[in-house]
């Protein structure tokens, strides 16, 4: 089992900047991909970022390349995803997420084995 628990999730202003963590526990990490989603109201869950546990690769969605750095400390077995430039459309809630890596199933949502409980950000015009 792993508990995933997600932070730094509140209110900033256009353009502005948030980091949200994701602290693991539980079993070990290294074969896993630790990713970033996130829910807007009536819409779908959506890949953000993820980072493979072993080696630190790094993806991306098109609409947040540029704009959000997703990173790991491994001593704290935590990801974070760094958030700049943020506009209103980013607002959402933020969750992580953990798999076994595969490489087809980076933005599939339903290929996660574990979850944190989501962390809300709400960007104001």
């Known amino acids: 089992q792993v508990q995933l628990v997600e932070s730094g999730g509140g209110l900033v202003q256009a353009g502005g900047s948030r980091r949200l963590s994701c602290a693991g526990s539980?079993?070990?990490?290294?074969?896993?991909?630790m990713s970033w989603f996130r829910q807007a109201p009536g819409k779908e869950r959506e890949f953000m970022a993820g980072?493979?546990?072993?080696?630190?690769?790094?993806y991306y969605a098109d609409s947040v390349k540029g704009r959000f750095t997703v990173s790991r400390d491994s001593a704290k077995n935590t990801v974070y995803l760094q958030m700049n430039s943020l506009q209103p459309e980013d607002t959402a809630l933020y969750y992580c997420?953990?798999?076994?890596?595969?490489?087809?199933?980076?933005?599939?949502?339903?290929?996660?084995?574990?979850w944190g409980q989501g962390t809300q950000v709400t960007v104001s015009s």
């Open positions: 997420a953990a798999g076994v890596w595969r490489s087809w199933m980076l933005s599939q949502s339903r290929q996660y084995d574990y």
């Open positions: 539980g079993r070990t990490l290294s074969s896993y991909i």
């Open positions: 980072i493979l546990w072993n080696g630190g690769r790094t």
